[in-house]
């Protein structure tokens, strides 16, 4: 067998060397025209009341390692409770208007993922005065957590809503290949997740899921004003 003369070596060489600089390239080109793509929120999140309804909020920030894994472009975590009530929720919004290395998962990944164990089957309720364009109502899904541990068992009680380039839907299933600059051209491309969580008074499953309807009836409609139009 011939041996390869060395202009041919450094002939192949040079191909390699100039496949993988145009690569580099692109791939650069294109995490610039992702970040050039970006659909921003028509507000800010912040801008979000802390009062809402009588309840009152405050922001609790997410540790840097879940910022991190989530690639949000923007969110808010808030603590809100009603003084006169004593019922508290905790809302969290995670945004993401351009390609990201991470995409928000519904409750029934996060929490398992946490140590919490699904105590029944998710529902879907319909959420109270909330509409779409066409009229027709947002409906949240719920889910039933507890996780034991050395002090006893806790509970939480989750609702979630995701909103993708404008269309409301109660799951998460799906939503990874709507990420804008996946699959979907950008432009105009948005995901927003919202979890709104309870932990029941006196293991009432059913009161929490009225408080966090409640909360959502409220909320909903003051993220909607923030979002884009979506794709028509």
Known sequence: MEKARPIQVIAVLLLLLAVVGGASRWARSSRA???AAYTPPLAPLETIPMDIGGYRGRDIPLRADVMQTAGVDTYIQREYVNPTTGKRVLLYIGYWGRENIGTGHG????YP???WKIDSPAEEKPI????VGDGQTVRAG???FVRTEPEGIRRIAVGFVAVVSGQYQPSSRGVFWHRPGYLLPDGGHFLAQVHVSAVPRADEWDAADADILEFMELALPLLAERLPRGVE
């Open 33 to 35: 025209a992702a970040a």
């Open 142 to 144: 719920f889910f039933r």
């Open 107 to 110: 409750p029934e990944v996060c």
């Open 113 to 115: 993922a946490a140590g």
């Open 128 to 131: 109270p005065g909330v509409n």
